[in-house]
């Protein structure tokens, strides 16, 4: 028993060595290599004590333990097999490091023992030199944190949303950051809801040129045919703006007003202001839904109404052919008994009669608005 013990002692070491995630993340690793690892830094009386290019996410964790203070990780897009690791020594729980690897999630709020877990999506607004039907005017991304009593570890997912000024402004506000993990956590959010209220500003910008283009009057033989493919694209963008913002207001509201063991009660004040601003961006999105609808059931209308005019131009015009049509026909039929047939001024008199009669309805449905 003793000998297989001694052999187990020695196949163990070289497994761990073999299998640890971190090797993803060792300091001494190529330069070249990829990680998913953007940052990690020990952070104590608000202060950074440790540069990223000599620390791992385990050494991160053992000096938070031994010497006080807390961690901040940022990781950009994991694998499966480079979170394994973190997750591990972190005690993260299982259902949210899935669904930190995997995104796509709905902004939330869980907490999973002494670790709360948030989601957030980030919004970016998209430049485009002319609002078209195809237009892409929101871009998304998603901020997942685990916020814990001695950690931060932050997963983002997309190309926007980079954190990196967020770190930078942070560590130039020491007294904040000495507040912990909640600190972080709160800056993230209030950070997520400053974009929401900057998207919601340029989408503003191009609700109202749609407004204006729809409800202006068109050039001579102008077309509104594309406004109709503007305004659903606009309004599917508005949509996806909508799922970030609505999700988040519970969340937002329950650390806000619900005392919670990881916030500290400082940094708590700090959230009821995200939660305004928050709750205020909702609404003018749901405006934003609101006059969209309207400005698109305004365009039908219209699309109607200029088919209608279109209609009765042509009706118009064919009762006046048809009078010409009508006496010519007449006059054509091989009679020999036939008004005037033989008279010398029949054939100027019945072109008169034509004249007058189509001038008479010209001016008739003119007066009323059908030409």
Not at 255 to 268: A, N, T
Request: proline share 5%; net charge negative; with cysteine.
């Amino acid at each position: 028993m003793s000998m297989i013990r001694d052999l187990r002692a020695a196949v163990r070491p070289s497994l761990r060595k073999s299998n640890t995630p971190y090797n993803s993340y060792d300091a001494t690793r190529d330069p070249s290599a990829s990680s998913a690892v953007v940052d990690c830094a020990v952070y104590r009386d608000g202060r950074r004590v440790t540069e990223v290019s000599c620390l791992t996410p385990r050494e991160a964790m053992l000096r938070v333990r031994e010497e006080g203070g807390f961690a901040w990780i940022g990781l950009h897009e994991p694998t499966e097999e480079e979170f394994a690791g973190i997750a591990r020594e972190f005690g993260l729980h299982p259902l949210a490091v899935e669904d930190a690897v995997h995104a796509h999630q709905r902004p939330k709020l869980e907490r999973y023992d002494d670790t709360l877990f948030t989601v957030f999506k980030t919004i970016h607004y998209v430049e485009h030199a002319e609002l078209t039907a195809t237009s892409e005017v929101v871009e998304t991304g998603e901020v997942m944190c685990f916020t814990g009593r001695d950690f931060v570890i932050t997963v983002r997912h997309g190309g926007q949303g980079s954190l990196r000024a967020l770190r930078h402004r942070l560590q130039e506000d020491p007294e904040l950051l000495a507040k912990g993990p909640s600190a972080v956590l709160h800056s993230i959010a209030d950070h997520v809801v400053d974009g929401y209220i900057a998207v919601a500003a340029s989408v503003q910008d191009d609700i109202d040129e749609v407004e204006i283009d729809v409800f202006s009057t068109p050039a001579k033989g102008g077309t509104r045919g594309s406004d109709a493919g503007r305004i659903y694209q606009l309004k599917r963008e508005v949509l996806e703006f909508k799922r970030a913002v609505s999700p988040l207001l519970r969340p937002m509201q329950l650390l806000s007003e619900r005392p919670m063991r990881l916030i500290d009660p400082d940094i708590q004040k700090y959230f009821r202001d995200v939660a305004d601003h928050l709750a205020r961006v909702h609404e003018e999105v749901i405006g934003f839904d609101e006059l969209l609808n309207s400005i698109l059931q305004a365009n039908l209308a219209q699309a109607t109404v200029t088919q209608n005019e279109d209609m009765r131009k042509i009706t118009s015009w064919a009762a006046i052919i048809a009078v010409p049509t009508m006496i010519c026909g007449v006059y054509g039929m091989n009679f020999k008994h036939m008004p005037e047939l033989r008279w010398t001024y029949g054939y100027p008199m019945v072109l008169a009669l034509i004249g007058v009669v189509c001038f008479s309805i010209h001016r008739t449905l003119k007066r009323n608005g059908w030409l």
